[in-house]
């Protein structure tokens, strides 16, 4: 399977623990994004990288989140302190490189659901 | 800041048929692009047809195809003879070119198709 794969696929946990997923890209995808959905909403932006270096943190990215993605190629999102309202879908992307005036696509995972008790 | 709004939380529509989903945007840029992507129940998000902004020729892929009004910022999506494999929720979104703060989507339109 050569698509975006994220691990896991459910994560059911309790208030104030912390939790990490997993996001394996297209391999030879140097930009991967991080973003939230909510029931009843659409996918919101939390953050991206090109390669190793995160270049955009959306505001909606607290302390208690944080990304890494070492050596460009899989990343990881940990939420620290879970609350209730972390609880949602959150959807991995990558893309290939894109120029100045272009824009590659961006294929999506599956999405890992986490649920907050 | 971008801002992407569909004001349909649900639509039906009869196999066969042909069906429009709305989409309006707003945006301060002057290239971007803009998007419908599909969400099957339990399963991932994929790109049905894109958009550049500076390209005043609609797109179209087999049975889908857009209405891009610019002036307006409106970006419609007719689906031509629905068929029961349509069914899913449809996410219009736009991205500005260069930018690195992903896609700005809408709250999205539930399709439902009836035999």
């Known amino acids: 399977d050569t698509g975006v794969s994220q691990d896991p696929r459910h994560k059911i946990t309790k208030r104030g623990q912390n939790v990490t997923f997993r996001c394996d890209p297209i391999?030879?995808?140097?930009?991967l994004y991080w973003y939230r959905q909510t029931l009843g909403q659409g996918p919101e932006f939390l953050t991206y990288f090109q390669n190793e270096a995160q270049l955009e943190k959306s505001r909606l990215l607290s302390d208690r989140f944080s990304a890494e993605r070492p050596k460009g190629s899989f990343s990881t999102l940990e939420i620290q302190r879970t609350e209730q309202g972390d609880s949602a879908m959150y959807l991995c992307a990558s893309s290939a490189a894109s120029g100045r005036s272009s824009y590659n696509e961006q294929f999506f995972g599956p999405g890992t659901r986490l649920t907050v008790l | 800041a971008q801002t992407v709004t569909q004001s349909q939380p649900e639509m039906s529509v009869q196999e066969a048929e042909t069906v429009t989903l709305s989409c309006t945007y707003d945006t301060s840029e002057s290239d971007y692009y803009l998007f419908w992507y599909k969400q099957p129940p339990s399963r991932q998000m994929i790109l049905v047809i894109r958009q550049e902004a500076y390209k005043q020729q609609n797109a179209t892929e087999n049975r889908f195809s857009v209405n891009f009004q610019k002036a307006a910022k409106s970006f419609s999506l007719k689906i031509s003879d629905s068929q029961l494999g349509d069914a899913a929720m449809y996410f219009c979104?736009?991205?500005?070119?260069?930018?690195?703060?992903?896609?700005?989507f809408g709250k999205g339109t539930h399709l439902i198709i009836q035999p």
């Open positions: 391999s030879e995808h140097n930009r």
């Open positions: 979104a736009l991205i500005r070119v260069g930018g690195a703060d992903g896609l700005t």
